[in-house]
T-cell receptor
Framework: QKEVEQNSGPLSVPEGAIASLNCTYSDRGSQSFFWYRQYSGKSPELIMFIYSNGDKEDGRFTAQLNKASQYVSLLIRDSQPSDSATYLCASQYGNKLVFGAGTILRVKS | DVKVTQSSRYLVKRTGEKVFLECVQDMDHENMFWYRQDPGLGLRLIYFSYDVKMKEKGDIPEGYSVSREKKERFSLILESASTNQTSMYLC??????????FGEGSRLTVL
C-alpha cells in the first residue's frame, strides 16, 4: 500500500510568521506531488504541485521536494488568518492520486 | 466556472439499504473519481473512471460499485449499506492533469 504521511497538527503560527508543513511518502517511484488546501466544511482545492527536486515558488507559497529523502514540504510566508485550513499532501502513484490525512494549520492574529 | 455537483449533501440510510450517490461535472473532463474522507484517514480512493463505461478500482472498492454511462456523470452505488460506510463522500473530476476539481461532498450516515 502506497502511503503519504503527514503530522495531523494542529500547527499554530502567529500572523506574519512562516508556516512549514511537511509530508513523507513511501514509494521512491512516485514522480509528482501536490498540495491541496481544504477549508472547514469545504472541498479540497489545488494550491501547488511539484515534480522536480528543489524549490518551486508561487506567491507566498513555496513547495520543496527532496526525492532522496522522500520528503515534500510547503512553506507559507507571511501567514494570514485566512490561511487557516487543513493542508493535504498528495502523491501520484501510476494512475492514482494518494492523499495524506492532512495537517491542520491555525494562524493566530 | 468549474462545477462538480453532487446530488445530495446529507443522507441518512438504514443498514442494508441500497444507496446511490450521483455526481455531474460540466467541464467535459475525461477523468472522474470517488473518494471517501474520514477523520485521521484523509481521502481514500474508492473507484475512478477514465472514460465512459470504463471503471477501475481504487484502494478501498469493497462494498461499492460505480456506473459511468455518460461522460459527465459518475455514480457511486452502495449495494447494501453498512454502518462502517458512514462517511463524507467526495466526487472529483480532472482533465489530463492531476488538478482535481471536487464537488461539495455528500455526508452519508448509515444507522
Amino acid at each position: 500500500q502506497k502511503e503519504v504521511e503527514q503530522n495531523s497538527g494542529p500547527l499554530s503560527v502567529p500572523e506574519g510568521a512562516i508556516a512549514s508543513l511537511n509530508c513523507t511518502y513511501s514509494d521512491r517511484g512516485s514522480q509528482s506531488f501536490f498540495w491541496y488546501r481544504q477549508y472547514s466544511g469545504k472541498s479540497p482545492e489545488l494550491i501547488m504541485f511539484i515534480y522536480s527536486n528543489g524549490d518551486k515558488e508561487d506567491g507566498r507559497f513555496t513547495a520543496q521536494l527532496n526525492k532522496a529523502s522522500q520528503y515534500v514540504s510547503l512553506l507559507i510566508r507571511d501567514s494570514q488568518p485566512s490561511d487557516s485550513a487543513t493542508y493535504l499532501c498528495a502523491s501520484q502513484y501510476g494512475n492514482k492520486l494518494v492523499f495524506g490525512a492532512g495537517t491542520i494549520l491555525r494562524v493566530k492574529s | 466556472d468549474v462545477k462538480v455537483t453532487q446530488s445530495s449533501r446529507y443522507l441518512v440510510k438504514r443498514t442494508g439499504e441500497k444507496v446511490f450517490l450521483e455526481c455531474v461535472q460540466d467541464m467535459d473532463h475525461e477523468n472522474m473519481f470517488w473518494y471517501r474522507q474520514d477523520p485521521g484517514l484523509g481521502l481514500r480512493l474508492i473507484y475512478f473512471s477514465y472514460d465512459v463505461k470504463m471503471k477501475e478500482k481504487g484502494d478501498i472498492p469493497e462494498g461499492y460499485s460505480v456506473s459511468r454511462e455518460k461522460k459527465e456523470r459518475f455514480s457511486l452505488i452502495l449495494e447494501s449499506a453498512s454502518t462502517n460506510q458512514t462517511s463524507m463522500y467526495l466526487c472529483a473530476s480532472s482533465s489530463f492533469t492531476w488538478e482535481l476539481f471536487f464537488g461539495e461532498g455528500s455526508r452519508l450516515t448509515v444507522l
